[in-house]
């Protein structure tokens, strides 16, 4: 079955930096396009960074443009969030998910990790 575990999350302060890790298995990962997700408590989970099966094209919210950046080794079948200029309104659990990338949107498959939770505070 697909599993997608998470990792790299912490504590950091304000303008620090983070990477996130996700390894994905149960499924032909380099099929698939990538996502990076979060979401805070109360809040509906908000769709952060997209990348396409091979890479070619990224897609960002526009409250992270220009300090994240994903990105994907299809050897390792795992997708990275580097996290730069952290702002404490970036603290949230990150998820990653596998979708696919069609006419400019993403559609996810449903299937999710654990999570990993980032907190940025000084």
């Known amino acids: 079955q697909v599993q997608l575990v998470e990792s790299g999350g912490g504590l950091v302060q304000p303008g620090g930096s983070l990477r996130l890790s996700c390894a994905a298995s149960?499924?032909?990962?380099?099929?698939?396009?990538m996502s990076w997700y979060r979401q805070v408590p109360g809040k509906e989970r908000e769709l952060v960074a997209v990348?396409?099966?091979?890479?070619?094209?990224?897609n960002y919210a526009d409250s992270v443009k220009g300090r994240f950046t994903i990105s994907r080794d299809n050897t390792k079948n795992t997708v990275y969030l580097q996290m730069n200029s952290l702002k404490p309104e970036d603290t949230a659990v990150y998820y990653c998910?596998?979708?696919?990338?069609?006419?400019?949107?993403?559609?996810?498959?449903?299937?999710w990790g654990q999570g990993t939770q980032v907190t940025v505070s000084s």
């Open positions: 990348i396409t099966s091979a890479g070619g094209i990224t």
């Open positions: 998910n596998a979708g696919t990338y069609s006419g400019g949107g993403y559609y996810s498959t449903g299937s």
């Open positions: 149960g499924f032909p990962f380099k099929s698939y396009a």
